[in-house]
C-alpha cells in the first residue's frame, strides 16, 4: 500500500518538468508539461534558485501548458518578494491556457511576461 502513494506521487510530480540553467542575469527556469498538484516540487525548484544576491528570475514556461492557481499563487509570491528587494521576475513566452490565467488575474504588475 505505501509503495502505491509513493508511486502515485512520483507521477504527480513528473507532470511538472523542470530545469535551472545560468541565465545572463540570474537564474533561467525551464517549466514543462503540468504544475498541477506539484506545489512542493514548484516551491522546492523556486526557493533553490532564491539568494541573497538573485534579482531577476527567469522562468522559460513555453512548455507550460497548464498551471493551478496554487502555482499561480507561488509565482505571484516569489515575484512580489523579488519586486520588494529591488529585482524582478519574467515569465517567458507563456502558452494560451496559463497566459489566460495570468490576465484574467492582473499579474502585469508584479510579473513581466514576455
Do not use: C
Not at 90 to 111: E, G
Amino acid at each position: 500500500m505505501l509503495g502505491d502513494s509513493a508511486a502515485a506521487s512520483r507521477q504527480v510530480v513528473d507532470l511538472l518538468g523542470t530545469s535551472v540553467a545560468a541565465g545572463a542575469y540570474g537564474p533561467l527556469i525551464v517549466l514543462s508539461g503540468a504544475a498541477d498538484f506539484t506545489i512542493a516540487h514548484l516551491t522546492g525548484v523556486l526557493a533553490s534558485q532564491m539568494t541573497e544576491v538573485t534579482r531577476q528570475l527567469m522562468i522559460d514556461v513555453s512548455g507550460l501548458r497548464f498551471a493551478d492557481s496554487a502555482s499561480i499563487w507561488l509565482l505571484l509570491v516569489v515575484a512580489r518578494t523579488l519586486k520588494d528587494e529591488g529585482g524582478s521576475m519574467v515569465l517567458i513566452r507563456p502558452q494560451p491556457a496559463v497566459a489566460r490565467i495570468l490576465t484574467l488575474i492582473d499579474t502585469d504588475h508584479v510579473i513581466t511576461i514576455r
